[in-house]
């Protein structure tokens, strides 16, 4: 009797492995990312499972799960794209739910799929071995995704080294300018209407407009950036230089966005942001942004088409601004590491840090926008390391999908890439900088302050009705977020810094 039964284990423990051979033969396996290095509680996990339908039952069941997602390539969980994948991407809440119900289907669990290690600061050691690594054991594409171009010419192809020798892009403020900017402050001042009125027609400056029209044409049209320098930051208080700064930023783009939306609060949306080590005068973890600390900004884009900023006070020492030309780092990517263009264009999740209406969202890096008869063809990267990494006081949500192997490595390729190339502008008290943000990374360097001299910065998201570009469709939501509707009345412009909130980026 002894003998049969083990022959009866052997047999099944075959079977077992002959079906387990079978369903790797039958998933590709570039199809599921390759583990390396084992789950942590600190991790968000997401479960990879082979499932089957029983007889009469209906993929409807599982129609508005919010974690389930077909796993053959898209972020598709209609019923019809269900019905038609041996293969679910679960959320660990979503297996349990799963597996309890015996009565629907069969389920096998695949894969386990943990974040990668990777975070917010760079690691280049990491960086060069995860490319290494995918290199020599993945098939990737060889080829652009479909009608993205192999290169891009335009002015807002620039190398920093270059720019760094030039200097024709600053724009030095003259004394009768200096004095015509007071008047403005002085007309705007005699009506005292709110400080959301300020406008071109409540802050008029009749001969530096055309000029200031012309440097938002470059800002959109040509290099993608211009510095305004020579304001007389000394010989006003806060508010006045608030004042002047939305003012003056008013004839570049007339529209402000919203920093921080407060209308589910009912009460004023911040527009303006204090960019200010704050890191010792509040609460230990407290803080989850790096424009509120003294650390070093990994290369990023904000939210909306221009980021300004104005220059109150200048570090002891460090904190110097960089930008990049992120479409020269698109030209080297589409020329070297197309298979890293596929995974920008794809959806990524997005952390909500906690937000308990939408813990995460998803939506593509990469947009082409191609020529028409108005524009020409364009490309727009829109993304912040630290909603993939976590940062300080905001670590990664562990109850959302993880990033996979493939964007832990284009987040890097973006960062190393865009520090090699970028331009160090030497930023001044009184230089005010504008940055076409859907065609420039920027970042900057850790700082320290010292008597005197503590780095502060002041913040306007713009927008430019005249040279605006087109909005990509994902990202139309977040875009009438900051601009649409926004009256006088419901801008807040506060005088000292606050720790900003989670939707701003």
Not at 196 to 213: D, E, K, V, Y
């Amino acid at each position: 009797m002894v003998a049969p039964r083990r022959h009866a284990v052997t047999l099944i423990i075959i079977t077992i492995l002959v079906l387990f051979t079978i369903i790797l033969w039958k998933h590709p396996s570039g199809l599921l990312p390759v583990l390396s290095h084992q789950p942590s509680p600190n991790m968000s996990i997401t479960h990879i499972v082979m499932f089957q339908f029983k007889d009469g039952v209906s993929p409807e069941v599982i129609k508005d799960k919010p974690y389930i997602q077909a796993a053959s390539g898209g972020l598709d969980n209609s019923p019809e794209g269900i019905q038609h994948c041996q293969y679910l991407t679960l959320m660990s809440q979503d297996r349990m739910w799963l597996r309890d119900d015996h009565s629907l289907f069969t389920m096998v669990e695949v894969q386990t799929l943990v974040q990668p290690d990777i975070q917010y600061h760079p690691d280049y050691t990491k960086y060069t071995a995860r490319t290494e690594r995918r290199i020599a054991t993945e098939t990737l594409p060889k080829t652009l995704p479909k009608r993205f171009p192999e290169h891009l010419d335009s002015p807002l192809v620039w190398e920093g080294t270059e720019v760094e020798k030039r200097d024709d892009w600053i724009y030095q403020l003259n004394d009768g300018q200096l004095d015509e900017i007071d008047q403005a402050l002085q007309f705007f001042k005699s009506k005292n209407p709110s400080l959301g009125s300020i406008n071109q027609s409540t802050f008029p400056l009749p001969t530096l407009h055309p000029i200031l029209r012309d440097l938002s044409r470059e800002i959109h049209l040509g290099r993608g950036f211009v510095v305004v320098r020579g304001l007389r930051i000394d010989h006003y208080t806060r508010e006045d230089n608030i004042i002047i700064y939305a003012g003056v930023s008013s004839h570049i783009g007339n529209y402000r966005g919203r920093q921080e939306d407060n209308r589910i609060k009912g009460t004023p949306s911040r527009v303006l942001s204090h960019i200010k080590d704050i890191s010792n005068k509040v609460q230990p973890g407290t803080i989850g942004a790096p424009s509120n600390t003294a650390d070093k900004q990994v290369f990023h884009t904000d939210s909306g088409d221009i980021i300004s900023l104005l220059c109150l006070q200048e570090a002891a020492e460090g904190g110097e601004s960089k930008l990049a030309s992120s479409w020269h780092v698109y030209n080297i990517l589409a020329r070297e590491r197309p298979d890293l263009i596929h995974t920008l264009t794809q959806d990524w999740p997005f952390d909500g840090f906690s937000n308990p209406t939408q813990p995460y969202s998803t939506r593509p890096l990469l947009y082409h926008q191609p020529a028409t008869s108005n524009t020409p063809e364009r490309v727009l990267i829109q993304y912040a390391r630290r909603y993939f990494t976590g940062f300080m006081a905001q670590p990664r949500s562990t109850n959302i999908p993880p990033i996979s192997e493939a964007q832990a490595e284009a987040l890097d390729a973006l960062h190393f890439l865009a520090e090699k190339h970028s331009a160090s502008l030497g930023f001044q008290k009184g230089d005010i900088q504008y940055v076409n943000n859907l065609s420039i990374f920027h970042a900057r360097n850790g700082f320290t302050d010292g008597p005197g001299k503590e780095r502060h910065l002041l913040r306007l998201w713009l927008r430019d009705p005249e040279y605006a570009w087109e909005t990509p469709e994902p990202l139309r939501k977040r875009w009438d977020s900051l601009y649409k509707d926004l009256e006088p009345e419901e801008q807040d412009f506060p005088l000292e810094p606050r720790i900003r909130g989670n939707t701003t980026s």
